[in-house]
């Protein structure tokens, strides 16, 4: 029996997952539209332009990073072509590290762990007679 309510509660998890990325993909196709509608059709950083054949490598993009944020004026969004948009993402990600997790700006310290630290003396302890 509690493999029968697991495979139900499995099925319902799998619905609510399927609802939420319908959810997603309709939000996204009406910003997407929106934006689409109010800016021209050209990459906001590389000035590349595009047509209705190429329009799907023209890519919406949130200045703040939250793709919730979607206000109808359309203030928080930037058409990006994918590389752009790729490398805008890299830069945030990257600045997001250099900052440190907790948002200080103080950087975390790099792994200071070295699995070879020991290795020559180990190394010279075996050819003096070490046990093998």
Same mark, same amino acid.
């Given at each position: 029996?509690?493999?029968? =309510?697991?495979?139900? *509660? *499995?099925?319902? !998890? /799998? #619905?609510?997952?399927?609802?939420?990325?319908?959810? +997603?993909? #309709? %939000?996204? %196709?009406?910003?997407?539209?929106?934006?689409?509608?109010?800016?021209?059709?050209? $990459?906001? %950083?590389?000035? +590349?332009?595009?047509? %209705?054949?190429? !329009?799907?490598?023209?890519?919406?993009?949130?200045?703040?990073?939250?793709? /919730? &944020?979607?206000?109808?004026?359309? =203030? &928080?969004?930037? !058409?990006? $072509? !994918?590389? $752009?948009? /790729? &490398?805008?993402? #890299?830069?945030?990600?990257? @600045?997001?590290? #250099?900052?440190? @997790? /907790?948002?200080? *700006?103080?950087?975390?310290?790099?792994?200071?762990?070295?699995?070879?630290?020991?290795?020559?003396?180990?190394?010279?302890?075996?050819? &003096?007679?070490?046990?093998?």
């Amino acid at each position: 029996m509690k493999a029968k =309510s697991s495979s139900a *509660g *499995g099925s319902q !998890l /799998d #619905q609510i997952v399927a609802a939420a990325r319908r959810n +997603r993909e #309709q %939000r996204e %196709r009406d910003y997407r539209e929106q934006a689409l509608k109010l800016y021209p059709w050209i $990459c906001g %950083r590389c000035a +590349r332009e595009f047509n %209705r054949l190429n !329009l799907h490598e023209l890519t919406v993009h949130h200045r703040d990073h939250n793709h /919730d &944020n979607n206000p109808p004026d359309g =203030s &928080n969004w930037e !058409l990006l $072509c !994918l590389y $752009c948009h /790729d &490398n805008e993402h #890299q830069r945030h990600e990257e @600045a997001h590290l #250099q900052a440190g @997790a /907790d948002g200080s *700006g103080n950087r975390q310290s790099a792994a200071t762990h070295n699995p070879f630290a020991n290795l020559k003396a180990l190394l010279d302890s075996g050819k &003096n007679g070490g046990s093998r």
